[in-house]
């Protein structure tokens, strides 16, 4: 199984960024996915989340509103599109695989398969 995350960079504060997560060796549409991130000194923690069929989405309150999960099972791909980018969200950012269906999906224990994470860097 390979999740392969791209799309980090460098951004102003207000600006966007998008985020995909290509999957391999793994059924996709079967599993319920998720965006973690990580910043310096900071425990991994939730961003988003959304169902196999990405009907139902799930967001961190500090992220509501501003960023967008999504995901192409045709693609085998989920996305991120943030929005109105803040110092704040400096971090590594991760995509997982949840093979437990959502349940706990704010935590990371819940997530089987992990990315390698992607740098997002905002300057204010």
């Known amino acids: 199984v390979q999740l392969q995350a791209s799309g980090g960079g460098l951004a102003q504060a207000g600006g966007s960024l998008r985020l995909s997560c290509a999957a391999s060796?793994?059924?996709?549409?079967?599993?319920?996915m998720g965006w973690f991130r990580q910043a310096p000194g900071n425990e991994r923690e939730f961003v988003a989340a959304?169902?196999?069929?990405?009907?139902?989405?799930y967001y961190a309150d500090s992220v509501k509103g501003r960023f967008t999960i999504s995901r192409d099972n045709a693609k085998n791909t989920v996305y991120l599109q943030m929005n109105g980018l803040k110092p704040e969200d400096t971090a590594v950012y991760y995509c997982?695989?949840?093979?437990?269906?959502?349940?706990?999906?704010?935590?990371?224990?819940?997530?089987?398969?992990w990315g390698q994470g992607t740098l997002v860097t905002v300057s204010s």
């Open positions: 997982a695989a949840d093979g437990r269906g959502g349940y706990e999906y704010t935590l990371p224990r819940s997530y089987f398969y």
């Open positions: 060796g793994l059924t996709f549409s079967r599993y319920f």
């Open positions: 959304l169902t196999w069929n990405g009907r139902s989405t």
